[in-house]
């Protein structure tokens, strides 16, 4: 909604607030002003000029010599381009030294040898867009009419040094598109009074109800239909002031009948229309559904099929109008109009959004209808017409209306106690603020017992419950005075849980660690939905997929995760590292809802590190993948319960994957792409995992412990141990750690040979072992006793024997 500063003015005492400070006010009380546009800004000496001479230019066919008095003096030499400059004009003309749009100065200058002092310009050149430009004047200049001042600010004239605020309304607030809407919202902004204009005008002795009747098929679609018949029209331009408003307010003018409907619609927020009653056809008015195939054509010249969906105001038999959405051209007011049958309404809010949405046709009427308008402004606003069609048209109203009224439109009545209102806001409200606030609103209000009871007008369709009383209150408080509480209670709403500070760590350990987080969908295919996937149920099919690609839920998010290193390969992005922590969907019973288990994934590929002037190159591998989920494990406290195994599963490399297991029990894997998958997608070496991060992050531990660091020194042992080729060097460690004892702080694989110097069937590991005793220095025989241990136990249950 734009809102002229000026033309609120009349409604409401401006005086002591700019437009800057009344849009603040405005966007603190909870309606966001989205700019404030000066008109005239930077604009100065366009001053109204009288062309007195106009000559053909000597050298040019297209130019023309005026003499032009443009109020000091002496009048000026004038070349104009325009092609509907003449004689006896009043023009808008830039004297030299003026500032047009765009910081256009204007100078004195020779156009094809012959002097010019100034411009004579076109709305266009004044700042206003084209498609706001009448018809007559939309090639050439602008021409006043005959009584203006020569020499006076042609911007005054056309009601340019005005302010426009560009209010951006909520579909709540239909109220508000309207100016005395906005009069009512700014005056309990600024605890002032709205005066509304007064609406007195003579009256024809002849009786509207004998021109035309009305009939409404189903009072359903249209509770309230009026129509008033204004005689003698003579159409003609409107007033400056009236062009100069609707077009701050991004409306066309055409003619002082179409204007003036128009200007009651920005006025009252009351959409009219307005009929030449000689060209209706008939002296009917039927208001009813459009047959299914019916044609109109509209004001915009358009043929448009209707259906039942669109209300139809017809002569009985021809429609004449699409109801609340436009008008038809055979029933268009032209220049040859004398009588007027004008249209005022009240159409039901779904019948002509539906209207608009089927005809593809959205007008500044429909968009009031749609978000609904006051029933108590329909004959305000028809009232408002008439006079002004009275005024400026020169029109005879003639007396009464002809009307179908079924509207029963009733104030809404809300109750709120003071007790609730300032639990809600936390504020310590008084009755007597209380009943302020609803008095600015223009709210009649009863107390009783410290409850309010709130009649509310109709003009604020918006407020039906006692929570929108709450938001009222609120906004006219301010928002910036009601007080910053902490909330009381058991649990802080908003506060983090236990698992999601957990997820939040994973997610900021992983990015850490160098891989980007990924968002791929939870929609996949049939050839996708159980690969790589921990637990295989039966797939959970979509109702109605959008393609075969997404029919189905998926059950693990590595294959997404592959398609995008695949699509980064494709761009020769060939080193990446990503992960995603999302759900997977499993199958309960048939006809439930598939169980939803949160797992986190990554893939990486190409290089880990990669220094080109170090010449430092280190590709991805299992031990970098491994190395970073460790670190991961670390992060959350469960290190010391987790074990990796070999593994084998569908689409992994047979000795390059690794089951991860959770006290025992097996919560993903880790390992390589198959190299059959690996191709298929034409990927390079690629590293994957998988874990059920539901288990893993509901899992308590204790807290972290910090212990001082040891003032005795440790001592290190290494020791190479020969044993069968299968037997798995996480296996031995494990031995050495439960036989190492208390002493035993560190154990670490640092060599495996398999070479030719080695028996067939076996392999060497060499460990490294590190003693300490946090309480004293370690001696010999203390070290020699637990080392000892090890080496009977290795002995014992790997059939390990040391490597001469």
């Given at each position: 909604m734009l809102v002229s500063y000026k033309w609120l003015q009349e409604y409401i005492d401006l005086n002591d607030i700019t437009p800057e400070e009344l849009a603040d006010r405005i966007t603190r009380s909870g309606i966001e002003v989205e700019g404030v546009e000066v008109l005239n800004e930077g604009m100065k000496n366009i001053v109204i000029g009288h062309v007195l001479e106009r000559e053909q230019h000597p050298n040019a066919d297209k130019l023309n010599k005026c003499l032009v008095d443009v109020g000091d003096g002496e009048p000026v030499q004038i070349v104009c381009g325009a092609p509907n400059v003449d004689a006896g004009q009043k023009v808008a003309v830039a004297k030299v030294g003026a500032v047009l749009p765009g910081n256009f100065k204007i100078k004195k200058a020779k156009l094809r040898g012959e002097e010019s002092n100034g411009m004579i310009c076109s709305l266009t050149e004044l700042g206003i867009e084209s498609k706001l430009v009448a018809k007559d004047f939309s090639e050439g200049i602008f021409v006043f009419p005959s009584d203006v001042e020569v020499g006076r600010d042609a911007l005054e004239y056309l009601q340019r040094d005005d302010a426009v605020l560009e209010l951006g309304l909520t579909p709540n607030r239909s109220d508000c598109l309207s100016m005395i809407g906005v009069a009512y919202e700014v005056a309990a902004v600024l605890s002032k009074d709205v005066k509304l204009p007064a609406v007195d005008y003579p009256k024809a002795a002849e009786k509207a109800a004998d021109y035309v009747s009305v009939k409404v098929e189903n009072s359903e679609d249209a509770p309230l239909y009026t129509a008033k018949i204004i005689k003698n029209v003579k159409v003609a331009p409107s007033p400056l002031?009236?062009?100069?408003?609707?077009?701050?307010?991004?409306?066309?003018?055409?003619?002082?009948?179409?204007?003036?409907?128009?200007?009651?619609?920005?006025?009252?927020?009351?959409?009219?229309?307005?009929?030449?009653?000689?060209?209706?056809?008939?002296?009917?008015?039927?208001?009813?559904?459009?047959?299914?195939?019916?044609?109109?054509?509209?004001?915009?010249?358009?043929?448009?099929?209707?259906?039942?969906?669109?209300?139809?105001?017809?002569?009985?038999?021809?429609?004449?109008?699409?109801?609340?959405?436009?008008?038809?051209?055979?029933?268009?007011?032209?220049?040859?109009?004398?009588?007027?049958?004008?249209?005022?309404?009240?159409?039901?809010?779904?019948?002509?959004?539906?209207?608009?949405?089927?005809?593809?046709?959205?007008?500044?009427?429909?968009?009031?209808?749609?978000?609904?308008?006051?029933?108590?402004?329909?004959?305000?606003?028809?009232?408002?017409?008439?006079?002004?069609?009275?005024?400026?048209?020169?029109?005879?109203?003639?007396?009464?209306?002809?009307?179908?009224?079924?509207?029963?439109?009733?104030?809404?009545?809300?109750?709120?106690?003071?007790?609730?209102?300032?639990?809600?806001?936390?504020?310590?409200?008084?009755?007597?603020?209380?009943?302020?606030?609803?008095?600015?609103?223009?709210?009649?209000?009863?107390?009783?017992?410290?409850?309010?009871?709130?009649?509310?007008?109709?003009?604020?369709?918006?407020?039906?419950?006692?929570?929108?009383?709450?938001?009222?209150?609120?906004?006219?408080?301010?928002?910036?005075?009601?007080?910053?509480?902490?909330?009381?209670?058991?649990?802080?709403?908003?506060?983090?849980?236990?698992?999601?500070?957990?997820?939040?760590?994973?997610?900021?350990?992983?990015?850490?660690?160098?891989?980007?987080?990924?968002?791929?969908?939870?929609?996949?295919?049939?050839?996708?939905?159980?690969?790589?996937?921990?637990?295989?149920?039966?797939?959970?099919?979509?109702?109605m997929p959008m393609s075969e690609e997404r029919a189905l839920l998926r059950q693990s998010i590595i294959p997404q995760l592959l398609e995008v290193v695949k699509y980064n390969a494709a761009r020769q992005n060939d080193s990446l590292a990503v992960y995603e922590t999302g759900v997977v969907f499993l199958e309960t019973e048939q006809n439930q809802l598939p169980e939803e288990r949160e797992h986190v994934a990554g893939a990486i590929t190409g290089s880990w590190v990669s220094h080109v002037w170090q010449g430092e190159k280190k590709p991805v591998d299992f031990f970098v993948l491994k190395g970073v989920l460790e670190g991961l494990f670390q992060k959350l406290g469960v290190a010391k319960s987790i074990e990796f195994t070999r593994g084998t599963m569908d689409g992994m490399h047979p000795g390059r994957t690794a089951e991860i297991l959770f006290n025992g029990v097996s919560i993903g894997f880790a390992g390589q792409v198959h190299p059959q998958v690996q191709n298929e997608l034409d990927l390079k070496e690629t590293y994957v995992f998988e874990l059920d991060l539901s288990k893993l992050l509901a899992t308590e531990v204790n807290e972290l412990q910090y212990t001082t660091i040891p003032r005795f020194p440790s001592v290190t042992r290494d020791i190479a141990l020969v044993v069968d080729a299968t037997i798995l060097a996480g296996d031995i460690q494990n031995i050495i750690v439960e036989a190492g004892g208390s002493l035993l702080k560190e154990v670490q694989v640092f060599d495996l040979y398999e070479g030719d110097k080695m028996e067939e069937g076996k392999k060497s590991i060499a460990y490294s072992l590190k003693y300490f005793d946090p309480e004293q220095t370690l001696t010999d025989e203390m070290i020699t006793k637990s080392h000892d241990k090890v080496l009977e136990a290795v002995k014992e249950k790997a059939g390990a024997v040391l490597r001469g």
């Amino acid at each position: 909604m734009l809102v002229s500063y000026k033309w609120l003015q009349e409604y409401i005492d401006l005086n002591d607030i700019t437009p800057e400070e009344l849009a603040d006010r405005i966007t603190r009380s909870g309606i966001e002003v989205e700019g404030v546009e000066v008109l005239n800004e930077g604009m100065k000496n366009i001053v109204i000029g009288h062309v007195l001479e106009r000559e053909q230019h000597p050298n040019a066919d297209k130019l023309n010599k005026c003499l032009v008095d443009v109020g000091d003096g002496e009048p000026v030499q004038i070349v104009c381009g325009a092609p509907n400059v003449d004689a006896g004009q009043k023009v808008a003309v830039a004297k030299v030294g003026a500032v047009l749009p765009g910081n256009f100065k204007i100078k004195k200058a020779k156009l094809r040898g012959e002097e010019s002092n100034g411009m004579i310009c076109s709305l266009t050149e004044l700042g206003i867009e084209s498609k706001l430009v009448a018809k007559d004047f939309s090639e050439g200049i602008f021409v006043f009419p005959s009584d203006v001042e020569v020499g006076r600010d042609a911007l005054e004239y056309l009601q340019r040094d005005d302010a426009v605020l560009e209010l951006g309304l909520t579909p709540n607030r239909s109220d508000c598109l309207s100016m005395i809407g906005v009069a009512y919202e700014v005056a309990a902004v600024l605890s002032k009074d709205v005066k509304l204009p007064a609406v007195d005008y003579p009256k024809a002795a002849e009786k509207a109800a004998d021109y035309v009747s009305v009939k409404v098929e189903n009072s359903e679609d249209a509770p309230l239909y009026t129509a008033k018949i204004i005689k003698n029209v003579k159409v003609a331009p409107s007033p400056l002031w009236m062009q100069g408003r609707l077009m701050a307010a991004g409306i066309r003018p055409h003619n002082n009948v179409v204007d003036i409907t128009n200007y009651i619609l920005l006025e009252y927020g009351q959409p009219l229309h307005a009929f030449d009653y000689d060209r209706l056809g008939s002296k009917e008015i039927l208001v009813r559904r459009a047959k299914a195939g019916e044609t109109i054509t509209t004001l915009d010249d358009a043929k448009r099929t209707l259906s039942e969906d669109n209300l139809l105001i017809t002569n009985g038999e021809t429609g004449v109008a699409v109801a609340g959405v436009m008008g038809g051209a055979n029933s268009e007011v032209q220049n040859d109009t004398t009588t007027v049958l004008l249209e005022s309404a009240y159409f039901e809010a779904g019948v002509i959004r539906k209207s608009s949405k089927t005809l593809g046709l959205r007008s500044e009427a429909s968009a009031r209808y749609e978000k609904g308008i006051d029933p108590n402004r329909v004959r305000q606003a028809a009232e408002r017409a008439a006079q002004l069609l009275q005024l400026y048209a020169g029109g005879d109203v003639l007396e009464g209306e002809a009307a179908v009224d079924a509207l029963k439109a009733e104030p809404k009545v809300v109750s709120i106690t003071l007790e609730k209102l300032n639990n809600v806001l936390g504020t310590s409200l008084t009755e007597n603020e209380v009943t302020d606030i609803f008095k600015r609103l223009q709210f009649e209000t009863s107390l009783e017992n410290g409850s309010f009871t709130v009649t509310v007008p109709t003009r604020r369709n918006d407020i039906t419950i006692p929570e929108d009383l709450t938001e009222e209150v609120a906004r006219l408080f301010g928002y910036d005075d009601i007080p910053t509480t902490l909330p009381i209670g058991a649990s802080i709403p908003g506060a983090l849980t236990e698992y999601q500070k957990k997820r939040r760590s994973v997610r900021k350990y992983l990015e850490g660690a160098g891989l980007y987080q990924a968002i791929t969908y939870a929609l996949t295919s049939d050839k996708k939905v159980q690969q790589f996937a921990l637990e295989k149920r039966n797939p959970v099919r979509l109702a109605m997929p959008m393609s075969e690609e997404r029919a189905l839920l998926r059950q693990s998010i590595i294959p997404q995760l592959l398609e995008v290193v695949k699509y980064n390969a494709a761009r020769q992005n060939d080193s990446l590292a990503v992960y995603e922590t999302g759900v997977v969907f499993l199958e309960t019973e048939q006809n439930q809802l598939p169980e939803e288990r949160e797992h986190v994934a990554g893939a990486i590929t190409g290089s880990w590190v990669s220094h080109v002037w170090q010449g430092e190159k280190k590709p991805v591998d299992f031990f970098v993948l491994k190395g970073v989920l460790e670190g991961l494990f670390q992060k959350l406290g469960v290190a010391k319960s987790i074990e990796f195994t070999r593994g084998t599963m569908d689409g992994m490399h047979p000795g390059r994957t690794a089951e991860i297991l959770f006290n025992g029990v097996s919560i993903g894997f880790a390992g390589q792409v198959h190299p059959q998958v690996q191709n298929e997608l034409d990927l390079k070496e690629t590293y994957v995992f998988e874990l059920d991060l539901s288990k893993l992050l509901a899992t308590e531990v204790n807290e972290l412990q910090y212990t001082t660091i040891p003032r005795f020194p440790s001592v290190t042992r290494d020791i190479a141990l020969v044993v069968d080729a299968t037997i798995l060097a996480g296996d031995i460690q494990n031995i050495i750690v439960e036989a190492g004892g208390s002493l035993l702080k560190e154990v670490q694989v640092f060599d495996l040979y398999e070479g030719d110097k080695m028996e067939e069937g076996k392999k060497s590991i060499a460990y490294s072992l590190k003693y300490f005793d946090p309480e004293q220095t370690l001696t010999d025989e203390m070290i020699t006793k637990s080392h000892d241990k090890v080496l009977e136990a290795v002995k014992e249950k790997a059939g390990a024997v040391l490597r001469g």
